[in-house]
């Protein structure tokens, strides 16, 4: 496959088209923005980590039944993947309490949840991705009832098995969002899963091994994303 033009780009990722219109190539960029696009920067090589470490989730998930967009590794920051057209929902998993929802319900972070939250958003930068229920969802022709039905069974065994894929390395999988898209007849998970996606806590320290370093300038972002890395080999 070879990469042709540029289709799309987002603010960490470049969608490449190839010669196949049911494939393309996505790029891994080190560019990160937090708050809706309101703080911008860069973490140097974030690309090549994420790339690795969404490559590497996503062939855990497959071994263990997860349908992913994904096909192959192709080099430090691209990957062949199939050509999906993205449900516009953020399905947002949480095991422990943070980040928004911390604030929103005023419970503090690292409370234990009496049961795993799940929570869609609309993807719409306009609106900043605002938080919905799945009759909004179905009501305003996002999904359907039984998509979404299709997309909760997914996350919950995709939380299941990183959950333990994350506490086996010392990690504690706070909350993450995933993003699914449509291939022919099926939902498939796609996006990534990384740092950038995920709060990840060291299990004995409460370390924060993820993208609040750059939201909340904590320091050392590009090491905690090797850190992370670095455990998944
Ligand atoms: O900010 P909030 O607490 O709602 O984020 C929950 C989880 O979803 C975090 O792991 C965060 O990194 C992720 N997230 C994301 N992209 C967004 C919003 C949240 O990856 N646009």
Redesign the pocket.
Known sequence: FEKKELMYEGKAKKVYKTENDDYVIVHYKDDATAF?GEKKGTIEDKGILNNSISCALFNMLEKNGVETHLVEKLNERDQLCKKVSIVPL?V???NVA??????RLGVEEGTELKTTIY?I?Y?NDDLG?P?INDYHAVALGLTTFEELDKIYKATEKINNLLKEFFIERGIKL????IEFGRFHDEVLLADEIS?????FWDAKTNEKL???RFRRDLGNVKGAYEEIMSRIK
């Open positions: 809706n953020e947002i998993v949480r943070a980040g928004s929802m911390a604030k929570e958003c993807k991705d938080l706070i909350d993450f969002k740092p950038d996606t995920c709060r993820d993208k609040d």
